[in-house]
């Protein structure tokens, strides 16, 4: 802010105060335009915030993965796999035999959709060669999000 007292040196006490309060008015004039410039510019950046992209749909559904698995003691099973028995759908789960040793997925959320607000019979089937070993029946049901189990053993 430029002082009076410097640009005019010998002016007298009154004429300095009305100096200073033309400076003060000029500066508080010239200011009011950038405030309301930063104003509507704070305004117009809250307002159009982050939208979402995906419509509401009134589920919200965790991130997890659920898969409902059975534990066969033993040597590995050389093939196992389920079946939907009221549609006598076959479900082979990718990588069943690498999950974990004596560890065999029944089901998991991959056939979600497939099952989502039904309930249902499943049979997992787990051979050793030709032979069939396993033969265990559960009862799978699905929301909107997941499948859950309702019945069926653990392990064996």
């Known amino acids: ?24 008015y000029t500066n508080s004039i010239m200011g009011t335009p ?16 982050c939208t979402d992209d995906q419509p509401q749909q009134g589920v919200n559904c965790t991130e997890e993965f659920r898969a409902a698995t059975l534990y066969v003691p033993g040597a590995p099973l050389t093939d196992s796999f389920t079946i939907r028995l009221s549609k006598s759908d076959t ?25 989502e607000n039904q309930q ?25 999000c997941h499948i859950t189990k309702v019945s069926g053993k653990n392990k064996l």
């Open 91 to 115: 479900i082979r789960i990718k990588g069943n035999a690498d999950f974990r040793q004596g560890y065999y997925v029944v089901l998991d959320d991959h056939y979600q959709a497939k099952l």
């Open 34 to 49: 950038t405030s309301i410039v930063r104003l509507i510019s704070f305004f117009a950046i809250l307002l159009s915030g």
């Open 1 to 24: 802010m430029v002082r009076c007292s410097k640009i005019f040196p010998r002016l007298q006490r009154l004429d300095r105060q009305f100096c200073l309060r033309n400076i003060y």
């Open 120 to 144: 249902d019979n499943f049979r997992f089937i787990g051979k050793r060669g030709n032979e069939v070993v396993v033969q265990e029946d559960f009862v799978f049901k699905a929301d909107q």
